[in-house]
């Protein structure tokens, strides 16, 4: 059984910060792809940022320059720093893993909420 565990959601006031940790346990191979997507009310699941095993990253244009997005593959963790938050940014988000032979999982979200 393989388990992603998200934590550093929050409350916080616009301009402000949080980090976000996604931890993967269980049996588990290797992690190739790993991913934060957010959804906020009434809308679409999104991508946030991405990150690749060999540390290659991409971003959703609405967090670039704002967000930074890192793995320790020793401890199958995946990061999301958040800065210059603003209140658009207000979602739950989603910690996602792409593992070998397994596949995708998805966390189970952590609220984060940015008050104006």
């Known amino acids: 059984q393989v388990q992603l565990v998200e934590s550093g959601g929050g409350l916080v006031q616009a301009g402000g910060s949080l980090r976000l940790s996604c931890a993967a346990s269980g049996s588990i191979f290797s992690i190739n792809n790993m991913a934060w997507h957010r959804q906020a009310p009434g809308k679409q699941r999104e991508l946030v940022a991405a990150?690749?095993?060999?540390?290659?990253?991409n971003y959703a244009d609405s967090v670039k320059g704002r967000f930074t997005i890192s793995r320790d593959n020793a401890k199958n963790t995946v990061y999301l720093q958040m800065n210059s938050l603003k209140a658009v940014d207000t979602a739950v988000y989603y910690c996602?893993?792409?593992?070998?032979?397994?596949?995708?999982?998805w966390g189970q979200g952590t609220q984060v909420t940015v008050s104006s």
């Open positions: 996602y893993a792409h593992m070998a032979i397994i596949g995708g999982r």
């Open positions: 990150i690749m095993r060999g540390g290659s990253t």
